[in-house]
């Protein structure tokens, strides 16, 4: 059941990293909605190797082929099935990991759990399973368009370089103006300085995406363990590399009082609100109509350019250089990522909404 | 679907604060485990509130019934039906808050969702709730004893006063010796000190839990969507007032590069480990053998005993103190809940394991 | 995962004959529906053991009692918990069946499956457990009566007495009228001498029996595995002792030719429909708005109250005369059950489309 | 969520007739089985059109690719997927039913539920979605293999042509012998000569497949709603043109008394077993060792190549005569159907029960 996600708004993905190909099934698409291909290849686009100096040098043209589920332009109702074929694998370039561990890696533990593995690119542990969250996560922004909620995920930190201010500080429009995408231009500059640093180094280096939800209406949320937070926690926790998830205040509202947390209601010219927005958008596990925001920690990539102690599958301890083409930050990349899961947690969920009254 | 959790193992709860009880039916609790009643009520004994000077005075028994799937002290492998009967309810203390909505609470949100809400003691979003979730939680440790598993939770940070070291330096038995639930006893007295002068202003403070996860065997966890941290996560962040999660080195590890955070392997006496388990146990979203350890953000409690401003459910604008027997920190309460959360995840993630091979 | 039904509305139950009772948490109710506890109380009362001579002596009263989710006489959209206290309980009765197995019943495969049975008046695999299936469709009715959709059950057939019509020729209002639940009052007076017959010998009786959902929209089902009438198959193959399913031409309908079967459109004042129904009120596996129809097949009460060999647990061979009260044919008490599944899938399947189109 | 069937061993299908091609997702394969490639398209060769001169003249090689899930001959554990592509599409021959609802199709209530079809071949309702059941269907009999599990289905009634014996009467691998699928070979002539009678009449014929499962283990099966024939049955209901299900003695069962119908334990040879088995091989919801069999009703094929009234969808009266390429009895291609679905819900039972006892 691991590789279907959501509830009413499915998606189920397979697809190895050297294998035919990557793909998956989105189940639960309302019917009705226009398809836009441009917009779902747009979308892979972003988190496609190759597109700029920072990321992997891995080309792959990563064009996405809907199977199902879409007539004369708009979506049944029926399953939307979609392929990505893999193109430019380089399978001999794992040939020396086959028999041994790489560190911080899932070989040892899929070998453990299932017995074998695909070695060739991690297998099914690549993060190119992303590419299959990428097109159902354009898909539910398609129907999220129409509700008028918007999802803007940006990079806001590398390393140490942490963006001084949240969300509401910067233009977003930004975003994609630059190769690491943070919408704080002179951060991005040192950011991409870092990391091509690290680069240089054949070391990896971790970071922040910060995430936001705006127009989401009030009620979205499922108490009590469907709390749309939990939710969407859960989601970007399942994320490769993903190591934290706070939203609101997070951690740093852990040394706070009460009184200086809580968000007090007003009337806002007939609308009730609060005149911040601490919580982040959601009380009680559900949507209050403010803004949605949540921090998402990776950790820096495991794979490295240079010389680490492993040992080999019979134990044999070994010495191990990475060979290959990889990232040596995954953030630029992963943004996104963490948009095409808020979109699917966000759509699934106004569905689940749907059904409360009668 | 939001009042149950797990795959495998499932807690299905019910229950307000100031209705006739809390209870829930437990599904898939393997048959023939010993029930040890007198186990299941001292779990239920260290989140009731009134157990010490730090937390509510509100006064409740909490006696669990377990009312099936238990035959001559074992489990039968038939659903487990348990209830608490609520006794010690004050409704009154609640009747200023029925029309209008508490800052940083679930009313407003739930009246929006629903139409209507029981306001009574907060009603379905009472902390109450996670009765349910110890009695689920101590039915999984029976079962988690058998193998070997152990987990254990603890005051970790009180506001500002946070823990300078990890897990591995501390004596966790100590964690039941003071009323905070905190290993080290020297801040364990800080800490307390931290919550009577905030209860004393009629404030609130939050905070963080850590917990750990020992003996857990390697290949617990589905990837993509079902990675064991993930589901971890998820479920941490369903308790209330949890606003973050992460494992391992989390957030702080978005600081560091590949080669500070690797855990290498070697070769243990005959064995593969790591020296190091900066991963948290966990690699690819599978159990590798390590201790997990993850921490959680809790907020402040929303209830304050001073003046706030609110609107009434008209939107007209309003002041309320709050009345009634609240906690002013909810970390030591909330200890056992995260164990509980987290054995139901960790057995019913075990579960799931013994089907990945015929 | 087996003791909750249902998608969005959802039944979890729990409990044995002789434990200390039955109950059931139902999620996914829709918010804001009264809650007529009488109606409720009634439908329990229509499945009571002890109500009619032709039922099982065993005298229950059956009060259930509700233990959430619902304020101020109408649900709140939070999972409602119930209980019903066992009480009339005559354990004894069974302990010359602890170390044997019955014929055609439970005891074997649960012993087997689980490693122990609580034997006691078949403990879970007892028909007791469908109160929590009557709670859970009384609750489903009263939604589905502000939806204007009636389900009506009857007895068609004890036996091979087998009423001559189809539900179209009856008064479906006359099926309290009688014992046995059936509307045919001549036919029912003979099915209720073959029970008595049957009962006196020692001996029990098969039947059928049939339901019809009334004023059901267009819409409702989700291919492909969710077909509307594969949900109602499942739901009833779930009731105990049922062998077979139908809907509309069924088993019979198999013989025919697809120019005798065919439904034809035609426009009936502006509304499109079909003249005639051989369809049963689904297409594709989707409702097409005219009545849907289906017949259940229950086998004889395995109990008997004359002897018959067995062997005991240890495998050596016995006989046995089953003690205690039992009904000598089931279908009278299971037509509220009948009704109570058909009420809570048909509820099931109008939450799910109201997720179809944004 | 309709799309996806199963609980541990779950098919996630999507496709339809005119478009791309068919296919899905296999998730919880147990890792480590053989994979023989041959053997998943011989099953899927069962199926295709164009086999005999029984079936629609439609020739479609429907060659299955593997797209993930597999390495080196083996499962890995991760999700299985597959594509089979559409190629001999005749899409013209369905212009003529674009703005009208044909009798007994799903054209109507598709078009009313999701406000627009895809009209060519009966698009998502077309049976051609049963490809990506029989290919679930050979990888859940490669694993059913290793347990030394048989699934056996075969024709046992065409029309008023029905089998005067049960299975344990025929040889079963006489079933492929003929183009009915009918272990009968004198029986098989006589089915063989009505499905040719009625095609040339322009019209079609139901009939029953009978389905028969050997060498399973004692105890599979969940209950109370996981009842083993519950999911089977619900299984077979989804399958296109099912109208019913019954197992064991089914409605025939219903005229019995108790005493006829019972099935009495004896010792054989040290091994609890049962002298009949009307039972069905399935007591109380588990499997009990012995043969589980049962029945499935399937209707005429609701396409007939002779003239029927309907209507357009703006409701105007009209005739049809279907063009294109039809199968007059479905029975011979759903016999491998028949089986897939049974070996699905098997396997996944095998794993759920994996998970009884610790």
Redesign the interface.
Known sequence: ?????G??F?L?????SH???????V??M????EVDTDFIQAELNRRRPGQSRLTTPRKEDDRV?????V??G?T??????F?VRNANQHSNDYDNIRDL?R????D???T???????HRGG???SAR?TIARCVGGALAKL?LR??GIQITAYTS?V??IALPHDYRHYDLTLTESNDVRCPDTEKAVEMAALISE?KAAG??????ITCVVQGCP??L???????L???L???M??INAV?????????A???????????????DN?R?S?RTN???G???????GQDIYF?V????????L?E????TTD???TRLTARGRHDACVLPRAVPVVEAMAAMTVLDYY????????
Chains 1, 2, 3, 4 share one sequence.
């Open positions: 059941m691991s590789n279907t996600f509830n009413l499915r189920t993905s397979f697809g190895e294998g035919p190909g990557v793909g998956g099934v189940d639960g309302p019917a009705g909605i082929e809907i199977l199902s589920g007539f004369e708009r049944t109702g029926c399953p939307i099935g392929l561990y560190p911080s890696h899932a040892f533990t899929y453990r759990k299932y017995g074998l593995r695909d297998g099914r542990s399973e129907a129409q509700l930190q390393g140490s690290v070391d990896t280096i971790g970071g922040v009030v009620g949320g499922e108490p009590a363990f469907g709390k937070h939990a939710a926690g859960g989601a926790l399942s190591k934290g998830f706070e939203y609101g205040l997070g951690f509202g852990a040394c706070q009082r009460g009184s200086e947390q809580n968000d007090e209601f007003y009337n007939g009730i609060t601490r919580s982040g959601i009380q009680g596990g559900i949507s209050n921090r920690a990776f950790k820096p990539v495991a794979t490295l240079m680490q102690k492993t040992v134990g044999t301890e569905l689940l909404n749907r059904t409360t009254l009668l």
